[in-house]
């Protein structure tokens, strides 16, 4: 039997309200496993707080890498300040993915980087965001909501890049995707490492690739949540699993 990838997914922390020790707990929705095993990848999780030279052992011992959705970047890492509706940030989770995302850049090790991951990755590489899409875009589409829902469901279309490799791996043709949506931050100046493969009706950048490495790919919606019902999501995850065996 063939060595399934080791694939590994980042965290976030999560503060607890009501606990004994008034503590935190590092945790990330099961959707993402289930995406990698259902692809043919083993999943494995990435802590924080576990210092620079263990980050790198279990790095090193990965094959490939999904940076997860979650709270917002600091702003201070692309130079900017901090706008009112930029919450839940967490420097930690930060530095520990940025370093992640610098590496596997560098190193050419497959990523696939989801909803905030797209902007960790953008970030990484000397780009900035949009820390809010309706406070800075006039009439931008809806890409939030405060409903887990948005998750399961279509929320709006996008248009691909003919002949990327985000198209590519997704199995579809020139027509428009449907696709979720639950972000209320994007991409503002894309990092020049990075190509633009898909944005929204309203501009709204919601697919990168880095096209000098097998594959290093942003998205901004969130392909787990449907690998069960929409088949090209499903294809995207195979697409990591077959970059990180090599």
Request: charged share 25%; proline share 5%.
């Amino acid at each position: 039997m063939a060595r399934r990838p080791l694939i590994g997914i980042s965290l976030a922390a999560h503060r607890l309200a009501d606990s004994e020790t008034g503590g935190s707990v590092l945790r990330v929705r099961p959707t993402y496993a289930h995406a990698v095993a259902v692809a043919g990848g083993t999943p494995v999780l990435i802590p924080l707080y576990v210092g620079a030279e263990t980050l790198r052992s279990i790095y090193e011992r990965l094959d490939g890498i999904v940076l997860s959705g979650g709270g917002d970047v600091d702003p201070s890492y692309y130079g900017a300040e901090r706008s009112p509706y930029t919450v839940r940030v967490n420097r930690e989770r930060d530095e520990v993915e940025l370093q992640l995302t610098r590496w596997a850049c560098a190193e050419d090790k497959p990523l696939l980087a989801i909803c905030r991951g797209i902007q960790v990755l953008n970030v990484a590489l000397g780009g900035t965001l949009i820390q809010d899409i309706r406070d800075e875009i006039s009439g931008a589409l809806r890409h939030d909501a405060n409903s887990d829902v948005w998750f399961e469901r279509p929320a709006h279309t996008i248009t691909l890049t003919d002949g990327s490799r985000l198209q590519r791996a997704l199995g579809v043709g020139e027509g428009p995707l449907e696709v979720n949506s639950l972000h209320h931050q994007a991409l503002k100046d894309v990092a020049t490492a990075l190509d633009v493969v898909a944005r929204a009706s309203d501009g709204i950048v919601e697919g990168v690739e880095m096209p000098e490495r097998r594959f290093i790919v942003g998205v901004q919606w969130h392909p787990e949540t449907l690998v069960d019902e929409h088949p090209p999501m499903r294809r995207l995850f195979e697409a990591l699993v077959r970059a990180a065996q090599g």
